[in-house]
């Protein structure tokens, strides 16, 4: 039997496919999925200046003998105050692979949890042909959603995406933009029928796969 899902601003249920909502949670999966989620949004920039690139002149700050002083070297080493980083950061990218089938069936381990506990939600877009935050807060009101929230929408759906976009703590997403790490950080999940259909397009197992497993 098909779990079933409260529609935000209609009356009734709908109907969410197994296709999507029906796959057991996978652990390691998911928690493989969200960090390369995660280390994929990490920008890398982060450089520091070695012994070598630092601006300060090559020669000896005094001579070798005859002051008294300890004998010096390069004044750009790591411990003289001004000098360069020793072992510090360099740009580079965090990218952890993950495989497509992986990573859609850990998507669809997440979807299920939220699913499973209720906190998932579908939404018709149709309503937010005029952009109304007032209208979208009075629906996550009467849905009574816990935050933080993530609202799932197709790239068509502007109206929606602008009345929900300023309401505090509920982030607004694309659907071919949301990640594992979005699904399952989310204490509830809003879907638009459109973005559903998306996405049992693009998550749902293969025929074959279904064939080989019965």
């Given amino acids: 039997m098909p779990s079933k899902a409260p529609v935000l601003g209609g009356s009734g249920k709908a109907d969410l496919p197994d296709a999507l909502f029906a796959e057991p949670f996978h652990q390691s999966l998911v928690h493989e999925a969200a960090r390369a989620d995660l280390a994929s949004r990490r920008r890398g920039t982060a450089s520091t200046l070695t012994r070598g690139e630092v601006a300060f002149t090559t020669a000896k700050a005094w001579r070798q003998k005859g002051t008294g002083r300890a004998r010096v070297g390069s004044l750009g080493v790591p411990n003289r105050f001004g000098g360069g980083v020793a072992f510090g950061p360099k ?37 937010f042909d005029t952009p109304s935050t007032k209208a979208a807060a009075a629906v996550l009101a009467k849905w ?3 935050s933080p929230t993530v609202l799932v929408l197709t790239a068509e759906e502007t109206g929606a995406m602008k009345s929900f976009r300023n309401i505090q703590r509920v982030t607004v997403l694309e659907v071919g933009a949301t990640g594992v790490a ?9 879907i638009s029928e459109t973005a559903l259909k998306a996405l049992e397009e693009r998550l749902a197992p293969s025929p074959a796969k279904e064939e080989a497993a019965a």
Avoid: F, Q, W
């Fill in 182 to 190: 979005d699904v399952i950080g989310a204490a509830s999940i809003i």
């Fill in 91 to 127: 740009p580079r990218h965090y990218t952890v692979k993950v495989n497509r089938k992986a990573r859609r069936r850990a998507m669809r381990s997440a979807l299920s949890v939220h699913a499973e506990r209720g906190s998932i939600a579908v939404l018709n877009a149709a309503d």
């Fill in 144 to 146: 009574a959603a816990k």
